[in-house]
């Protein structure tokens, strides 16, 4: 019998420590049941009609979980596949086995996908081997934060003490300070090494070290659930510290790219440490006519170039082309420009050579670059520019100044994203408060409908002392007609080039094509 309810195990924070099969389980779910830990950019890889219910904290209480358990039952017996999202591992600390037992006395199919539990993953990050072959013959566990007690954990302190291995306790905010001093009192050195590790495997992750005693009488303890490790392994976070040794780490960056397009600049954010903050300002939308594009695509065959200016232009552009009564064999005999090595990869995704890629990833390098491959004479050739309906003009100007026939269409629309999505951050309070270190603007629409949903006078106000990222000379044109200075802008213009130059304004250089 098919599984109806997968328990999931998602790790301790960082969406990509999700495993393969909870990926592929989460992909296939029908409802999306999840602890208010769990990444908010998971849910983004459950399908778009999957109904996603947040059931809480990751160790709620006996009336929740009972709530919970009948729910995941009832889910499954109206036939739908269920994906239960446990933050770290479900049957560690987690209340992951009372559902598994629930189901199973229900009757319902089940199965577990184990996740990296937060005791493992989280000293990781943090540059901590929980076990080294001088750091002690023991690994222990405590449970310490499923509540707001101010008591610790009732536990053998004294019998731990002996054993002279690592322990790594899971402490609540209340909880820390009274493990600590149970500890201190109960046979452990004052001068063990330790760490105590806030918001690991994210971006903001923090790590206070010393001794036990300087930790305990330490100011930066903070009010929130943490990781305490103890042992002679805490010490080698000075040599094998990784996470937080990232160019860009600790990093507030704002992309405001759409949804869709966002994927490759945030991931390279992220591997340099960033914490990428997803506001788009932009969603590509089909064009309110298809009349035009269908008449293009039904010509292709007469035209001697086609120039494609962005990704999302070939998209749609094939897209219609391979819905129609032709198909690719009717490029034959075309010539392909393509603006920018992306829009160049997409026309290789779907076999077609590029003729000409203009060095300078802007329009205005197109007919320059046409003269100077061999094509000095433009005079009587038809062109075809499918392009975003509020695309500038240079390009198809230019080429009709040079005696060339021009047919612009409209493939795609570059339209205002749904602005305070729920669970969406609240970009203009952290502006305000001074939260964010850049804000990326990637075209020109971007950078208007910023403004547009601000305000004018507000963005020039909150941008003033932010640094400012744009992909390219246009895009800064159109900030600056706002009234908003670009700080940063890459030489070559294309997502690395971009992130490339974030981490020269902060740091070193660093070679983000090597990383990808």
Known sequence: MHPLVYLIGTGPGDPGLISV??????KEADVVLYDRLVHPRLLRSA?????????????????EQEAICYLLAEKAREGKIVARLKWGDPFVFDRGGAEALFLHEQGVAFEVVPGIPAAIGVPGYAGIPVTYPEGGDTLTFVRGHEDESSTAPKVDWASLAQLG?????????QQLPEILKALLSNGFASDEPAAVVYDGTLPSQHTIEGSLEEISSSTEL?????????GRVAALRQHLRWFDERPLFGKRIVVTRSRDQAGELVDLLESLGAEAIEAPMIRVAPPDDYGPLDKSVAEVATYDWIVFTSANGVDSFMHRLMHSSGDIRDLHGVKLCAVGPITAEHLKGYGLKVELEPAEYRSESIVPALRESGNAELAGKRFLLPRADIAR??????????GAEVTEVVAYRTVLADIEREGDPDIYRMLLEKRIDVVTFTSASTVRNFVQVLGAEQAIDLL????VASIGPVTAEAAEQCGIATSIMPEKYTIPALVEAIVRHFHTPVEVSAIK
């Open 21 to 26: 099969r909870g990926m592929r389980a989460l």
């Open 47 to 63: 399908r778009q009609d999957a109904e996603k219910i947040e059931v809480g904290s990751a160790a709620p209480q006996p009336l």
């Open 165 to 173: 291995g690592t322990l790594v306790c899971y402490a609540g905010p």
């Open 222 to 230: 903070r009010h929130k659930p943490a990781i305490l490790v103890v």
């Open 393 to 402: 003009e240079v390009l198809a100007d230019e080429l009709r100044k040079a």
């Open 464 to 467: 003033r002392t932010t640094a």
